[in-house]
């Protein structure tokens, strides 16, 4: 059963770079099938995509953040990550990694697996 | 990027009634909307996927319908498992969008 785990610093100073990685376990992150991505809700509020990136290396980010997100995949480690720069306490929220299920080229079919998520708060 | 819009914002509803959630993409997505329940707490979960396909061990009393612009998911005889917060999300392009949320609350 394939498993994912985020994990980071849960507090970041302001105009520092947030990172989080996300182990996938019981599975392999190379697979053309899926991509793996991020996405966030900030407290009170709904849920937000940040981008994703499939194991080829392939990404796609939100343009919303404003081109401070990298996406990055260690195929060895089975990780990927998430690096969020510039932050403000905006940028507060419960992170989740997933996997999404790639389409046939018209569209993708959902995120259907998905980690507890881990807080991140950012405060001075 | 595509918008999605969902009503209501919330709803009030007994165990075994029957509910409707109504989400709107700001412009076709032919099929690729999906829906997913989320409690407090706990990570999002995907129930349907393609507008009316149900992921493997959802439970039948959920179903989603709908193409183009306009989608529903409907929970008939609703359990109290079912009470959570649920988003549509469309998957036609990227960034990928969600609805609002409807917040399923006991009456």
């Known amino acids: 059963q394939l498993h994912l785990q985020e994990s980071g610093p849960g507090l970041v100073k302001p105009s520092e770079t947030l990172s989080l990685t996300c182990t996938v376990s019981g599975g392999s992150i190379s697979t053309s099938s899926y991509y793996w991505g991020w996405i966030r809700q900030p407290p009170g509020k709904g849920l937000e995509w940040i981008g994703r990136?499939?194991?080829?290396?392939?990404?796609d980010d939100n343009p919303s953040l404003k081109s401070r997100v990298t996406i990055s995949i260690d195929t060895s480690k089975n990780q990927f990550s998430l690096k969020l720069t510039s932050v403000t306490a905006a940028d507060t929220a419960v992170y989740f990694c997933?996997?999404?299920?790639?389409?046939?080229?018209?569209?993708?079919?959902?995120?259907?697996?998905w980690g507890q998520g881990t807080t991140v708060a950012v405060s001075s | 990027d595509i918008q999605m819009t969902q009503s209501p914002s919330s709803l009030s509803a007994s165990v075994g009634d029957s509910v409707t959630i109504t989400c709107r993409a700001s412009q076709s997505i032919t099929y690729f909307l999906n829906w997913y329940q989320h409690k407090p707490g706990k990570a999002p979960k995907l129930l349907i996927y393609a507008a009316s396909s149900l992921l493997s061990g959802v439970p039948s009393r959920f179903s989603g319908d709908g193409s183009g612009t306009d989608f529903t998911l409907t929970i008939t005889s609703l359990q109290p498992e079912d009470f959570a917060t649920y988003y549509c999300q469309q998957s036609y392009s990227t960034p990928r969008t969600f609805g609002q949320g409807t917040k399923v609350e006991v009456k």
């Open positions: 997933a996997r999404e299920v790639r389409g046939d080229g018209y569209g993708d079919y959902g995120m259907d697996v």
């Open positions: 990136i499939h194991y080829s290396g392939s990404t």
